[in-house]
T-cell receptor, first 112, second 116 residues
Framework: AQSVTQLGSHVSVSEGALVLLRCNYS??????LFWYVQYPNQGLQLLLK??????LVKGINGFEAEFKKSETSFHLTKPSAHMSDAAEYFC??????????FGQGTTLQVKP | GAGVSQSPRYKVAKRGQDVALRCDPI?????LFWYQQALGQGPEFLTY????????KSGLPSDRFFAERPEGSVSTLKIQRTQQEDSAVYLC??????????????FGSGTRLTVV
């Protein structure tokens, strides 16, 4: 069965610093992987997705993620954090029945 | 509509009360999901519809939970005899694709259920 593990439930960075949110996956088949962002009292918004077309995926708001099969990872990065990036971030993988399985989430704090 | 709409946004129920949560997916979206998100946790899958057919209900935690989508559009999640552990945000999501796990889906803002 497919699953994801997000390393670090809380990440704190200074404004302008690099953002790195970690996600490792487990899948017996080529995975479909996603990153979603959730702002307080809102639903989840799709940031980007990996569907095997390219290993480096660019998403909205300057975020990108790199699929590394050898490391079973799909870490999310952004070169320069902005205050508005403070939110909860979820990694997800497609289950073989078609639904998405989500990680526990990482809270990103951005300090001025 | 422009997005996935859920109502009510907030619901307070007394323990033992029945509740019904509504989801209006994006018009024309064939796939519809319900997820449960406990405080500080990731969303947990509850059930999946393709049009009016409930294809997967493996995530429903007990027989007190029931979901329907009778005409293939609006869906209702019903919880009978609510208990405190049912307190969570219930998220609905929809997709125009028949295999939305390959493309992702659009979420609503959720219904926050508090059982007192």
């Amino acid at each position: 069965a497919q699953s994801v593990t997000q390393l670090g439930s809380h990440v704190s960075v200074s404004e302008g610093a690099l953002v790195l949110l970690r996600c490792n996956y487990s899948s017996s088949v080529p995975p479909y992987l996603f990153w979603y962002v959730q702002y307080p009292n809102q639903g989840l918004q799709l940031l980007l997705k990996y569907t095997s077309a390219a290993t480096l995926v660019k998403g909205i708001n300057g975020f990108e993620a790199e699929f590394k099969k050898s490391e079973t990872s799909f870490h999310l990065t952004k070169p320069s954090a902005h205050m508005s990036d403070a939110a909860e971030y979820f990694c997800a993988v497609r289950h073989n029945t078609g639904k998405l399985i989500f990680g526990q989430g990482t809270t990103l704090q951005v300090k001025p | 509509g422009a997005g996935v709409s859920q109502s009510p946004r907030y619901k307070v129920a007394k323990r033992g009360q029945d509740v019904a949560l509504r989801c209006d997916p994006i018009s024309g979206h064939v796939s519809l999901f319900w997820y449960q998100q406990a405080l500080g946790q990731g969303p947990e899958f509850l059930t999946y519809f393709q049009n009016e057919a409930q294809l997967d209900k493996s995530g429903l935690p007990s027989d007190r939970f029931f979901a329907e989508r009778p005409e293939g559009s609006v869906s209702t999640l019903k919880i009978q005899r609510t208990q405190q552990e049912d307190s969570a945000v219930y998220l609905c999501a929809s997709s125009p694709n028949r295999d939305p796990g390959r493309t992702g889906y659009t979420f609503g803002s959720g219904t926050r259920l508090t059982v007192v």
